[in-house]
């Protein structure tokens, strides 16, 4: 009697202490829904979808170990060098709420605990909301199975109501696993007497004539923006009064870098557009240093990645112009990548840090946010240091054994690219203070 009197009363402690433990609804869920179902959901990058208690529940084990080792969320900057307003590392509370919860063999809850503020990730796009405009190639794009890369230019017309203030933008495809980067030039065409329909829908840059490609510089005088896509970006954002306007009519030009496959496919790529009411009265220009860009030819050494070697290369460029508030940096590599800084050298010696990426992985790039606005004053310098690993002992060389790497022209996967696209504006007084998370 006494026994059973304590089994009892252990299992009613166990009890209790299973109900005040973490469940999904009211603990787990804001958590996973807001670092990684944007990326774990269906059309996107991921291999499966964390969107349900029951997606995570059969995955328990898996999702705490790669959270506990933090090889998930992804998110390659050095917190330790500066944060970011799009940051997606998780706390250590947090990881340790996931934790007990998996120890607790995943217990649901009640739909009614879910706190109010928990996002639901809108399938289609990583932005919190339905796109007010999508706009996509004409058709879908055949790339056949033969190893071999591609520079597609793809025309999107467009012909609006009216022109619309930018909140966010981000490129959207069915496939993305088949691309290696794309870039978007948004035209402004208010000249109706240009006609943007009659025009080939694309260019196969690599197999067509390139002449072909000047069909289109009628729409190449007036560009509302450019931006672009690389594996493990998410969107471009544009808050406060800070952003650009989408002309009325125009076309996008939509570069696509499709990398080798080996089996036929199907793409159908596009951008989606998410407008706000409240005017643009800082419009945004992004700018790109190093490969393909500004003081390419300034790279030290000569950017030549030499095989069986591990190289740094530095690049040193000034602002000649009048002050600038920085809203993000894009730092991008290829394979070869193995380490990234960049920093701000001022006039008055003072050193500003932008990012620093000690571990690459070209499979994990962003667009990194800064949580205020960075002021960089006339004759600033920007510097970038780029490592690359080219021997044996890099699991990501494309090469074995390895080979000499010297990029130009159109850079391939197996090529090497040392860039930082930069979004800025003109300096105003006060910039530092505004919050843009």
């Known amino acids: ?17 299973g109900a005040q433990g973490p469940t999904w609804y009211k603990d787990i869920a804001p958590i996973i829904l807001t670092n990684c179902a944007s990326c774990h959901q269906p059309g996107e990058a991921a291999p499966f979808s964390l969107l349900t208690w029951q997606d995570v529940a059969k995955r328990a084990s898996f999702v705490k170990k790669v959270v506990t080792s933090r090889y ?26 996931i934790s007990k919860w998996v120890d607790d063999k995943t217990p649901e809850g009640s739909p009614a605990d879910a706190p109010a503020s928990v996002h639901v990730p ?14 996509s190639t004409a058709d879908s794009f055949h790339l056949p199975g033969d190893n071999t890369e591609r ?15 930018v909140e966010a933008i981000e490129f959207v495809c069915n496939n993305k696993k088949l691309i290696h980067h794309a870039n978007y030039a948004i035209q402004a065409v208010p000249d109706t007497s240009i006609d943007i329909n009659g ?31 690389i594996p493990g970006t998410s969107y471009e954002y544009f808050p406060k009064e800070f952003g650009w306007v989408m002309p009325k009519r125009g076309v996008i030009l939509l570069t696509v870098h499709y990398g080798p496959s080996a089996s036929d496919e199907t793409s159908i790529c596009g951008v989606n557009l998410f407008f706000k009411k409240t005017p643009v009265t800082r419009v945004m220009k992004v700018v790109s240093f190093g490969s393909g860009g500004i003081g390419e030819n300034q790279i030290e050494p000569v950017f030549y990645v030499k095989a069986n070697k591990v190289q740094t290369f530095t690049l040193e460029v000034t ?58 004053t006339q004759g600033s310098v920007i510097h970038i240091e780029a490592t690359y690993d080219n021997t044996a002992n890099n699991p990501s060389n494309p090469n074995n054994p390895p080979k000499n790497v010297f990029s130009m022209g159109d850079m391939t996967t197996t090529d090497e690219m040392m860039t930082l696209m930069m979004g800025f504006l003109p300096y105003k007084e006060g910039d530092e203070k505004i919050d843009l998370r």
């Open 1 to 17: 009697m006494k026994k059973a009197f304590i089994l009892s009363l252990l299992m009613m402690r166990f009890l209790d202490a």
């Open 72 to 97: 998930m969320p992804p998110w390659r900057a050095d917190p330790g060098y500066r944060h970011f307003a799009n940051e997606r590392t998780l706390t250590d509370d947090q990881i340790a709420l």
């Open 319 to 376: 602002n000649p112009g009048a002050d600038q508030s920085l809203l993000y940096v894009w730092p991008h590599m290829h394979l070869l990548g193995k380490e990234y800084k960049a920093y701000i050298t001022t006039p008055a010696g003072d050193t500003i840090k932008l990012v620093h990426i000690p571990d690459w992985d070209f499979r994990w790039q962003e667009i990194y946010r800064f949580p205020h606005p960075i002021k960089m």
């Open 151 to 165: 520079f597609v230019l793809f025309k999107i017309p467009f012909d609006l109501k009216d022109s619309a203030n």
């Open 122 to 135: 809108v399938r289609g796009t990583l932005f919190n909301r339905k796109p007010d405009l999508v706009l």
């Open 199 to 229: 025009t080939a829908s694309y260019v196969n840059i690599t197999e067509d004539d390139r002449r072909k490609v000047d069909q289109y510089m009628p729409y190449r005088k007036i560009m509302s923006y450019y931006g672009g896509w």
